[in-house]
T-cell receptor, first 115, second 113 residues
Framework: ETGVTQTPRHLVMGMTNKKSLKCEQH?????MYWYKQSAKKPLELMFV???????ENNSVPSRFSPECPNSSHLFLHLHTLQPEDSALYLC??????????????FGDGTRLSIL | GQQVMQIPQYQHVQEGEDFTTYCNSS?????IQWYKQRPGGHPVFLIQ?????EVKKQKRLTFQFGEAKKNSSLHITATQTTDVGTYFC?????????????FGSGTQLTVLP
């Protein structure tokens, strides 16, 4: 039990589908993150939210759309994805933003496969 | 862009042998964190180093931060099968007023019984 819960654990979707990934943290943290983890590549930071405001967007394609309705929940809305988007999507949270040097707590991830 | 490089990418050791992974940055790091990801699992925070030349130990794991704060290492003494996983370093790089945590590519450790 990490305190960060992600659903679903696995998702298979076609390129024309629309789906959402959900993340919930029970740690009382103020910052939340989406990462993409592909084979043989470093963890890629996608989005950062601090106190429910987006503070970073690392040139992520618009087919990925984040939403942070409150400090405990984070969503990643997906539409018209490409096969190269197949990866493990990890959510993380930290007490404050990563810039403050706080350790990050990760969820188990959603394994996404695009057909 | 600014990167944190990690070597080796893969390491196979016999149980009982030592293991070291190295992390290097072209720019000075404010601090560095280390994470472990077991196969099929998620990254788990191990430790953070902040001071130049800092050395910290956790049982058989020894973490070092270089004097110039541009490199770091993780050394495991007498590996066990429970050490299997991928070890990531992550450095905070300051650029003007912006600070970003950047992960290395990881070292995947296999321990043969």
């Amino acid at each position: 039990e990490t305190g960060v819960t992600q659903t679903p654990r696995h998702l298979v979707m076609g390129m024309t589908n629309k789906k959402s990934l959900k993340c919930e943290q029970h740690l009382g943290h103020n910052a939340m993150y989406w990462y993409k983890q592909s084979a043989k590549k470093p963890l890629e930071l996608m989005f950062v939210y601090s106190l429910e405001e987006r503070v970073e967007n690392n040139s992520v394609p618009s087919r990925f759309s984040p939403e942070c309705p409150n400090s405990s929940h984070l969503f990643l809305h997906l539409h018209t994805l490409q096969p190269e988007d197949s990866a493990l999507y990890l959510c993380a949270s930290s007490q404050d933003s990563a810039a403050s040097g706080q350790p990050q707590h990760f969820g188990d991830g959603t394994r996404l496969s695009i057909l | 862009g600014q990167q944190v490089m990690q070597i080796p990418q893969y390491q196979h050791v016999q149980e009982g042998e030592d293991f070291t992974t190295y992390c290097n940055s072209s720019t000075t790091l404010s601090n560095i964190q280390w994470y472990k990801q077991r196969p099929g699992g998620h990254p788990v925070f191990l430790i953070q180093l902040v001071k130049s030349g800092e050395v910290k130990k956790q049982k058989r794991l020894t973490f070092q931060f270089g004097e110039a704060k541009k490199n770091s290492s993780l050394h495991i003494t007498a590996t066990q099968t429970t050490d299997v996983g991928t070890y990531f370093c992550a450095g905070i790089i300051s650029s003007g007023s912006a600070r970003q945590l950047t992960f290395g590519s990881g070292t995947q450790l296999t321990v043969l019984p």
